[in-house]
């Protein structure tokens, strides 16, 4: 039966002395400042989803990682130690596990925000050895202690630890591209799972059969310790097998284990509904939103498991992604809410006195506040079109700011509760604490910085530097300002000195874009047609505006706002705004150096047309790390995984029907498939990450075609490895020996997108040139074949800026076929030596090989050859 002694168990052990409760309440308020502050970043971050990139991700995990992941640490470490009636680690070391674990946070969100892997890596990693450290302490608890009634409950908070660490470990996997697209879709899904039903999901329903009684100020029921302990097995293997599954592409271990996790969700809540009595509460709002909050776990664990026995993973992804904002604020922000109504209460408090009024506040307008909130998670829950569909997270963030506002005014009140117990005291309670509380300060200060120097500032009025003399001051300039087609117009703007200068910013690009002033305002990102006036203030001095997303300003999206001597006339500006950067040509590699152990060429044989007239293909534009010559590997923009992607092989009159999937986190893409003839308004469009499109054409007409992505910039999308080829057999086209497809391209090493590689792009001197992705490729692995068999050579050039000039050393061709037409055949008396195909032209050479011996390929302009474009074929044999 429940006691008095557990209750004061939970409460944590015997009551300390007023030194010591004073150092638990002091880490406890520091510990829920973090947590409020994380929570406030996350509203911040959720309410410009669509002014800032990856916003959408940043608030998700600003949430989980930043709020929920210390209250998590803190509180399972309190009721570990409570419930197993065991001695209280040191403050010191637990205060250094929750300062790694912030850190690591900050680390991993600015890694992906700022586009860092290195940064990504390390906060990865240090999140990991925090919260392995946790799973040690929270093990080596029980080892000796005297346990309880509630002992088994610290098996949830060992399971939620080990849950954390693979889902950090999948979190980088993910992050930095280095999943793979053949896996990402798995991966993805449980990662989802094993962070929101396992690090959340375990601690909260093992805290659940303590606390919701404590809450109701009832008995616990005789079997809850059986029932935790049955519970934690169903739960956690269910978990362990989903996310196996999930992972391994196995959609029958991931229902099977989900459906387990179901079953042990449906215990805990039907025990949850009996412990209920016709008595009021200690505390009825927090009893209503930890109700909530498990109603909203049973419905969202119930669909996700309908979803996965209903439909094929690849087809659930976006299903699940949008499960997640449910839960999150049905589930994980209720919680929250929840346990703090109930909690901070007590471990503020310096008496019942205290405790009272600070649970008064907590309370304060608790039921418009619970019905809004879950009000907007039902909206958000249903595919509603409209201002009904949109108004669900508003009402929801609207329900989490005003408890958010009283957790403040708790957490100060207590503050100085806690100030004062430490003067009585005499003791520098709280300056005992510098790692934490410099942690506190720093996590949330580092984050802010990030969220400020990616967003590219405020978004009001910004004043230029101070001073209005000269023959502009007094004077107000309109200059209407567009943005489109990776430009903006006009790409420079002159004004006399002290001229108050207001743009007025349009864009009419079919993708966002936004314009940041140089120390000055920003506008949000805007659609199509949106529309927002900047005011600058008196401008005197120089300053350049550029967009903000990834890449655009190294395209060439930016603008000059130049100021004039008192003397000279205003202009209007004028187009070509010229990028200044410089960039050695390419040569630095060297390519008679080894691969890596392990490497394969890319296998250049043309797959047989496949059976039927129609033929589905599904590409993954994916972030994927190559290695592009020997020893020096490089992050690309992948079709599937490869640069360049996939070949297509079909015939005329053939029906392809291909599905893109955007695996990119925080870049959008399309694809342009020249082999079709069709408006490309729809399927041309650009997706958004985690979207899909289909794309479906019929090849009309035969030749060697190029596919690309269709996202602006293209010049930076191609060159960083989006493309790939479609070939499409000429009606009568007769056999051959060998069918090879070699696609011609430009290698530019750097960061993707930054300055120094457009800079590089844009000057078109690449630092390799290069065949199926690869420079030398074929030269250290040859293509192989014997002596008067008959090759098919497939050429496509990729650009993005140079064609080819193909041939092979010792042979003569004896078939020319060039964007679509035969130029030369075997019956005729003439030859050829070269396949001359400028940027995006396609075509096939056939030739004979004489006799045994190395013949080498290449693109006939030297510089090309020399420097990557240059393959082999190993003729052997009879």
């Known amino acids: 039966m429940y006691s008095k002694n557990d209750d004061a168990a939970a409460g944590g052990g015997r009551p300390p002395s007023r030194f010591k409760a004073s150092g638990l309440r002091g880490r406890h308020l520091a510990a829920h400042i973090l947590v409020a502050a994380w929570a406030g970043l996350a509203l911040s971050a959720a309410s410009a989803q669509q002014t800032l990139p990856v916003a959408r991700w940043l608030a998700i995990h600003l949430f989980l990682l930043g709020a929920a992941t210390t209250a998590i640490v803190v509180w399972s470490e309190h009721f570990a130690v409570a419930m197993l009636h065991a001695p209280v680690p040191d403050r010191r070391w637990s205060n250094a596990r929750l300062a790694g674990v912030n850190v690591g946070v900050v680390g991993v969100l600015s890694g992906v925000w700022a586009e860092l892997p290195v940064v990504t890596g390390a906060g990865c990693a240090l ?9 040690v302490v929270l093990v080596r608890t029980g080892r000796g202690a005297l346990g309880g009634r509630l002992a088994p409950i610290a098996g949830y908070y060992r399971a939620g630890a080990a849950a954390l660490i693979i889902g950090a470990v999948l979190g980088w996997l993910l992050a930095t591209g280095e999943a793979g697209p053949d896996h990402y879709t798995g991966l993805k899904l449980a990662h989802v799972h094993v962070t929101l039903l396992g690090w959340i999901g375990l601690p909260v329903l093992g805290t659940l059969f303590m606390l919701w009684p404590t809450v109701l100020g009832v008995r616990m029921a ?61 505390s009825v709002a927090a009893a209503w939103s930890l109700a909530a909050a498990m109603g909203w776990l049973v419905v969202g664990v119930a669909v996700d498991l309908v979803l996965l026995a209903a439909r094929p993973l690849a087809g659930i992804r976006d299903d699940i992604a949008s499960l997640v904002p449910v839960l999150l604020v049905g589930l994980v922000a209720q919680v929250l809410i929840g346990a703090l109504t109930y909690l901070l209460p007590i471990v503020l408090a310096g008496g019942p006195k205290q405790r009272a009024a600070l649970r008064a506040v907590l309370e304060r307008g608790w039921v418009p506040r619970l019905v809004v909130l879950n009000l907007g998670v039902v909206l958000i829950a249903l595919p509603l079109p409209g201002p009904a569909g949109a108004a669900g997270m508003p009402l929801a963030g609207a329900g989490a700011v005003v408890f958010l506002a009283s957790a403040v005014r708790v957490l100060l009140r207590g503050g100085r509760g806690l100030l004062r117990d430490v003067d009585a005291d005499g003791a520098g309670g709280l300056a005992r604490r510098p790692l934490l509380w410099g942690t506190a300060a720093g996590a949330v200060l580092t984050v802010l910085a990030v969220l400020v120097a990616n967003s590219g500032g405020n978004t009001g009025s910004g004043a230029s530097a101070s001073g209005s003399s000269g023959a502009g001051a007094g004077t107000t300039r309109t200059v209407a300002v567009t943005l489109a087609d990776m430009r903006i117009r ?69 603008m000059d706002i130049v100021v004039k001597s008192d003397t000279a006339t205003d202009s209007g500006g004028h187009e070509g705004h010229e990028v200044h950067a410089s960039a050695a040509a390419g040569g630095g590699l060297d390519l008679s150096a080894d691969f890596s152990t392990g490497w394969r060429a890319r296998d250049a044989g043309l797959a047989p047309v496949p059976a039927g007239t129609v033929h589905k293909a599904e ?80 090849a009309e007409k035969a030749g060697a075609w190029l596919y690309h992505c269709s996202t602006a910039p293209m010049l930076q999308h191609i060159g960083n490895g989006m493309y790939g080829a479609i070939v499409i057999d000429p009606p009568g086209l007769a056999k051959v020996d060998h069918e090879y497809v070699l696609v011609s391209s430009e290698l530019y090493l750097g960061t993707p997108g930054s300055t120094a590689q457009v800079a590089k792009m844009r000057q078109d001197t690449p630092d390799a040139w290069v065949f199926n992705g690869v420079a030398n490729q074929y030269t250290h692995q040859p293509l192989k074949a014997r002596p008067g068999e008959r090759a098919r050579f497939w050429v496509v050039a990729a650009g993005p800026s140079d064609g080819v000039a193909f041939h092979v050393v010792g042979t003569v061709f004896d078939t020319v076929y060039k964007e679509g037409a035969y130029l030369l055949e075997p019956d005729q008396a003439g030859g050829a030596q070269v396949l001359d195909l400028a940027t995006a032209q396609g075509g096939f050479v056939e030739t004979t090989f004489p006799g045994a011996g190395h013949y080498a390929f290449v693109d006939h302009d030297m510089r090309h050859a020399e420097a990557g474009a240059h393959g082999m074929v190993e003729v052997s044999g009879r």
Request: with cysteine.
């Open 127 to 135: 999140l990991i050895t925090a919260v392995g450290a946790h799973l």
């Open 222 to 282: 005789e079997r809850t310790t059986r029932l935790a302990r049955w519970v934690l097995v169903l739960t956690g293997s269910g978990l362990l097998t989903a996310v196996t599954g999930l992972s391994a592409g196995w959609r029958p271990a991931a229902v099977s284990g989900i459906a387990g996790y179901a079953a042990g969700v449906a215990i805990v809540a039907h025990l949850l509904a009996r412990t209920v009595r016709r008595r009021p509460a200690i």
């Open 490 to 558: 006009p790409a420079r703007i002159e004004v006399a000195a002290g001229t108050g200068l207001r743009l007025k910013v349009t864009n009419t690009d079919t993708q966002r874009h936004d314009l940041k002033v140089e120390d000055g305002p920003v506008t949000p990102m805007l659609a199509k047609g949106g529309t927002r006036v900047l005011d600058l203030g008196p401008v005197t001095e120089n300053r350049e505006a550029w967009c903000t997303l990834p890449g655009h300003k190294a395209a060439g999206m930016t």
């Open 619 to 698: 590409l993954h534009a994916a972030r994927t790390t190559v290695e592009v010559a020997p020893g020096v590997k490089q992050r690309m923009w992948t079709f599937g995984g490869t640069a360049p992607g996939p070949t297509l092989h079909g015939k005329v009159g053939d029906v392809f029907e291909v599905t893109l999937v955007n695996d990119d986190p925080s870049m959008g893409h399309g694809i342009d498939f020249h082999a079709g003839s069709l408006a490309p308004d729809r399927p041309m469009r650009t997706i958004r990450p985690g979207g899909r499109l289909v794309y479906r054409f019929r």
